[in-house]
């Protein structure tokens, strides 16, 4: 039986700096303004009862240490536009309108969510309320936050973000300096460094590197995962599992790391679970942090986009056929050809080619979070019980994209990955079990079911 509480909200405010902030247009870089990252991002930190904050209100406490932390942040208090005459290009206009914000009471303890706190959240709708008006990307809230105190003395802390602004690791450094800032600091310890004009691209453009991740691919066979009658899962893997994956893989390819084993793994699974053609080209597109691969690498406190989607390419004959050492070369392969060149070619083509979304035709897009820091995130109750993502499948196109999110499996004592996965009701059972026929001897490896309406 699916847990159901009751959530009562208050009023949305809007929360503005504590201080006047320079009033200016901040123009994002030409990785942040893609198509593939106009869309708003939720994150979730679960907070246990900390008797030494007691008769504390952590709404009170986040929503000051907010108003403190825009000082340093204040672009995120503004609103984005698109700037006319230009192709598409978007800027922050520093408004200092401020960032929505929605405290709220449930009904429901941290203990009756159970050991296993990992995505599809119940009720999630009511943790992270869609304020009406607040989701478009341009002219809109750049966050939303709602903090939701629980009948326990716990919290849940829930952000949305305009993804243009931010990627993880940004999002991490901010709500880590919010963090700070409500356990009594004047200021974040990493300065906030804007300098988006490092991301942009060289004039003239040149691509100079392959990048198939934006093909334009037609849907000729309607291979686009349907939003109705959607099964969200998460899968957790901890070190039986990888064990018993890693004696899948030839010798050369022992040293593989984690994050590539899964993502070969699922890549194979899933594709098989959606039946499709042999002869169709199917997508893993690897989420890959740029910041260290740039020459110089950027700056300590740059809080914008910083990463690729680079992406390998083959058939679903091929990938279902051949054994698991296959894919993996295709993922190490995608995930290497990332450098600096790669990322400046990225931003020249977005100018050349109109700023594209990337493929998500017969395309399956996974994101490694174990290391991004959100379960640290501490607002003075400690670290959370659990940080990251939301859901699966979020995106500017639902239902492609898997996060991998540190995760400590309570029933059997380990500390893990776990993965949410979205797929059609029919799909997601044959997935299991292609992934069940990888997985011997068989261990606990579902933890949740939750079938969800076609809104999300």
Same mark, same amino acid.
């Given at each position: 039986?699916?847990?159901?509480?009751?959530?009562?909200?208050?009023?949305?405010?809007?929360?503005?700096?504590?201080?006047?902030?320079?009033?200016?247009?901040?123009?994002?870089?030409?990785?942040?303004?893609?198509?593939?990252?106009?869309?708003?991002?939720?994150?979730?930190?679960?907070?246990?009862?900390?008797?030494?904050?007691?008769?504390?209100?952590?709404?009170?406490?986040?929503?000051?240490?907010?108003?403190?932390?825009?000082?340093?942040?204040?672009?995120?208090?503004?609103?984005?536009?698109?700037?006319?005459?230009?192709?598409?290009?978007?800027?922050?206009?520093?408004?200092?309108?401020?960032?929505?914000?929605?405290?709220?009471?449930?009904?429901?303890?941290?203990?009756?969510?159970?050991?296993?706190?990992?995505?599809?959240?119940?009720?999630?709708?009511?943790?992270?309320?869609?304020?009406?008006?607040?989701?478009?990307?341009?002219?809109?809230?750049?966050?939303?936050?709602?903090?939701?105190?629980?009948?326990?003395? +716990?919290?849940?802390?829930?952000?949305?973000?305009?993804?243009?602004?931010?990627?993880?690791? +940004?999002?991490?450094?901010?709500?880590?300096?919010?963090?700070?800032?409500?356990?009594?600091?004047?200021?974040?310890?990493?300065?906030?460094?804007?300098?988006?004009?490092?991301?942009?691209?060289?004039?003239?453009?040149?691509?100079?590197?392959?990048?198939?991740?934006?093909?334009?691919?037609?849907?000729?066979?309607?291979?686009?995962?349907?939003?109705?009658?959607?099964?969200?899962?998460?899968?957790?893997?901890?070190?039986?599992?990888?064990?018993?994956?890693?004696?899948?893989?030839?010798?050369?390819?022992?040293?593989?790391?984690?994050?590539?084993?899964?993502?070969?793994?699922?890549?194979?699974?899933?594709?098989?679970?959606?039946?499709?053609?042999?002869?169709?080209?199917?997508?893993?597109?690897?989420?890959?942090?740029?910041?260290?691969?740039?020459?110089?690498?950027?700056?300590? +406190?740059?809080?914008?986009?910083?990463?690729?989607?680079?992406?390998?390419?083959?058939?679903?004959?091929?990938?279902?056929?051949?054994?698991?050492?296959?894919?993996?070369?295709l993922v190490k392969r995608a995930k290497d050809a990332v450098t600096d060149e790669y990322?400046?070619?990225?931003?020249?083509?977005?100018?050349?080619?109109?700023?594209?979304?990337?493929?998500?035709?017969?395309?399956?897009?996974?994101?490694?979070?174990?290391?991004?820091?959100?379960?640290?995130?501490?607002?003075?109750?400690?670290?959370?019980?659990?940080?990251?993502?939301?859901?699966?499948?979020?995106?500017?196109?639902?239902?492609?994209?898997?996060?991998?999110?540190?995760?400590?499996?309570?029933?059997?004592?380990?500390?893990?990955?776990?993965?949410?996965?979205?797929?059609?009701?029919?799909?997601?059972?044959?997935?299991?079990?292609?992934?069940?026929?990888?997985?011997?001897?068989?261990?606990?490896?579902?933890?949740?079911?939750?079938?969800?309406?076609?809104?999300?």
């Open positions: 039986m699916a847990l159901v509480f009751k959530v009562r909200r208050s009023e949305p405010q809007l929360v503005a700096p504590a201080k006047p902030t320079p009033k200016e247009l901040k123009l994002l870089s030409d990785i942040d303004d893609q198509e593939g990252l106009r869309f708003h991002i939720p994150v979730i930190q679960f907070y246990k009862y900390d008797p030494s904050m007691k008769g504390i209100d952590p709404a009170k406490v986040i929503t000051q240490a907010l108003a403190k932390t825009l000082i340093f942040y204040y672009p995120f208090a503004g609103r984005l536009r698109e700037l006319p005459g230009t192709q598409r290009k978007l800027a922050v206009d520093c408004t200092a309108e401020g960032v929505l914000f929605v405290e709220a009471d449930a009904d429901v303890t941290l203990k009756d969510f159970g050991d296993a706190l990992q995505p599809p959240f119940p009720c999630l709708e009511d943790l992270i309320f869609d304020v009406p008006g607040s989701a478009g990307v341009l002219n809109s809230p750049l966050i939303l936050i709602q903090v939701t105190r629980l009948a326990c003395g +716990g919290f849940i802390f829930a952000l949305r973000l305009n993804h243009t602004m931010s990627d993880a690791a +940004g999002l991490v450094q901010f709500m880590t300096a919010l963090g700070e800032i409500a356990r009594g600091a004047d200021s974040p310890s990493i300065p906030p460094v804007w300098q988006r004009e490092l991301l942009n691209a060289r004039n003239p453009p040149r691509v100079t590197c392959e990048h198939r991740e934006y093909d334009q691919v037609a849907d000729t066979k309607g291979t686009i995962i349907p939003l109705d009658d959607m099964a969200h899962r998460s899968f957790f893997f901890g070190p039986t599992e990888v064990t018993a994956l890693r004696k899948l893989v030839p010798p050369q390819f022992h040293k593989a790391s984690t994050f590539e084993l899964l993502t070969a793994c699922l890549w194979k699974c899933r594709t098989a679970a959606l039946k499709m053609d042999a002869e169709e080209e199917v997508r893993i597109i690897c989420i890959v942090n740029a910041r260290s691969r740039f020459n110089p690498p950027l700056p300590r +406190g740059y809080y914008g986009n910083g990463f690729a989607f680079p992406v390998a390419v083959t058939t679903a004959g091929k990938l279902c056929k051949n054994p698991i050492g296959y894919a993996l070369e990322m400046r070619s990225v931003a020249d083509l977005m100018v050349s080619k109109g700023r594209p979304h990337f493929t998500v035709v017969r395309s399956y897009l996974v994101s490694d979070l174990t290391h991004a820091g959100f379960g640290d995130v501490d607002v003075g109750w400690g670290k959370a019980v659990y940080g990251g993502a939301a859901k699966g499948g979020v995106g500017a196109v639902p239902g492609v994209a898997s996060f991998y999110i540190p995760f400590k499996n309570m029933v059997r004592g380990e500390q893990g990955i776990v993965v949410p996965l979205c797929l059609p009701a029919q799909a997601m059972d044959t997935f299991v079990t292609e992934l069940d026929s990888l997985l011997k001897p068989k261990a606990p490896l579902i933890n949740t079911t939750h079938l969800i309406p076609s809104s999300l």
